[in-house]
């Protein structure tokens, strides 16, 4: 199966358990990796046949940007339900990063898989 992939998708949100993180606009930097066969849209050469990540990065830019968790856990649940719910992809990888949360680290934050990948 074939990947198509977000990487480092910036996106500045309120997010965190914290009081003082409840009245600031954090940077999250999100990748996206997500099971899709590009053989259909290689053969045509038509965007209307792809997994369009132009469409699922402004859909995610206006999801995270809107938003206001607590965990980067439950954000990054919510964001991979958003890919496979509204583009219809079967599998997919997330990884959503809190640069600068940690002193000394340069990012932290979780990464889940959901779905079955396919072989």
Known sequence: MDIVFIEDLRIDAVIGI???ERKIR?????DVEMAFDNRKPAASDD???TLDYKAI???L???VGESSFGL???LAERCAEIVMREFGVAWVRLKC???GAVRG???VGVVIERGKRPA
């Open 18 to 20: 914290y009081d003082w």
């Open 26 to 30: 954090q940077p999250l930097a999100f």
């Open 47 to 49: 965007i209307a046949d």
């Open 57 to 59: 990065s402004k859909r």
């Open 61 to 63: 830019q206006s999801f």
């Open 72 to 74: 980067v856990e439950t």
């Open 97 to 99: 990063a809190k640069p």
């Open 105 to 107: 680290a340069k990012s």
